[in-house]
């Protein structure tokens, strides 16, 4: 059997992936792969997902620069989730969010308001403005 064969897609042929901080163990991103992102990440040593929005590959850092070098790739138990220990590097290491923040999950449930707890590292204006890399 291959190794991808033992994911557990859905039924759009897609599999949730967290990014995780190799160091810190901080939440970076949630993203979705196809058996090809995957494939890809695994022989790259490199995230790449899936990008429902715009339909294709979406190699992390292509727009931004902030690729993240994958050191494990992991499955959980049921084989329908993956978590990808990464180091975030690029241009700005450290901001994995399109929003300039270092984690996407930058807002958390307090006294019934959603509270911004992360700063934005660089104005995305600023990081999405640039030539693509």
């Not at 590097?89 to 019934?112: L, M, Q, V």
């Amino acid at each position: 059997m291959n190794w991808l064969d033992e994911v557990k897609w859905d039924a759009n042929g897609l599999v949730p992936v967290i990014a995780q901080e190799r160091g810190s163990k901080d939440v970076l991103m949630f993203a979705w792969m196809d058996r090809e992102a995957l494939a890809e990440t695994a022989k790259l040593g490199r995230a790449v997902y899936f990008s429902r929005s715009r339909g294709k590959l979406w190699f992390k850092g292509e727009e931004s620069g902030h690729v993240q070098t994958v050191h494990e790739i992991r499955m959980d138990c049921d084989n329908d989730v993956l978590l990808l220990q990464v180091t975030q590097t690029g241009h700005e290491p450290g901001i994995a969010c399109h929003t300039g923040r270092h984690s996407c999950f930058f807002s958390k449930y307090e006294d019934g308001r959603w509270t911004v707890t992360e700063p934005v590292l660089k104005d995305p204006r600023a990081i999405y403005s640039a030539t693509p890399r």
